[in-house]
């Protein structure tokens, strides 16, 4: 019985400590498309900014250039967000022969990279156990 309780407490003390994450997205050519989120999490910055390997991912329409999204329940923690508008829906970024995107796309702090994405540092933020809100510009 102690056992239990012990466990009972200790997910509640988990639970306590989610927080929800709201996206502000923004950008021309949104409307009607369907938007891709990814966030990912410091436990793994190594997959910033994967196109299959992150922590949570959400797809939503957006009805007009502007879009705000919540993640709900994220433990407290160190995140990166990546955004892409999926033009044609088939699931993936798309990119031209160099490899430069041909959606338009963004991540949190609105980090950019100098030739090629930003690494997980620069696109990272803390979330605690009330809710956060982030502005991402799509370009």
Excluded: C
Aim: charge should be neutral.
């Amino acid at each position: 019985m102690k056992y239990l309780m012990f466990i009972s407490t200790l997910l509640w003390v988990f639970a306590a400590q989610a927080g929800e994450l709201k996206l502000e997205l923004e950008g021309k050519g949104m409307a009607g498309n369907s938007i891709r989120v990814a966030v990912y999490s410091a436990n793994a910055p190594e997959q910033f900014p994967s196109d299959d390997k992150f922590y949570r991912g959400i797809v939503s329409e957006a009805a007009g250039d502007r879009l705000t999204v919540l993640i709900p329940d994220l433990p407290s923690g160190k995140y990166a967000v990546g955004v892409y508008v999926d033009n044609n829906r088939n699931g993936r970024q798309d990119k031209n022969f160099f490899g430069v995107p041909k959606e338009k796309y963004g991540f949190s702090n609105d980090a950019r990279g100098m030739f090629g994405p930003p690494d997980f540092a620069a696109a990272a933020f803390d979330i605690g156990e009330n809710a956060a809100t982030k502005s991402i510009h799509l370009h």
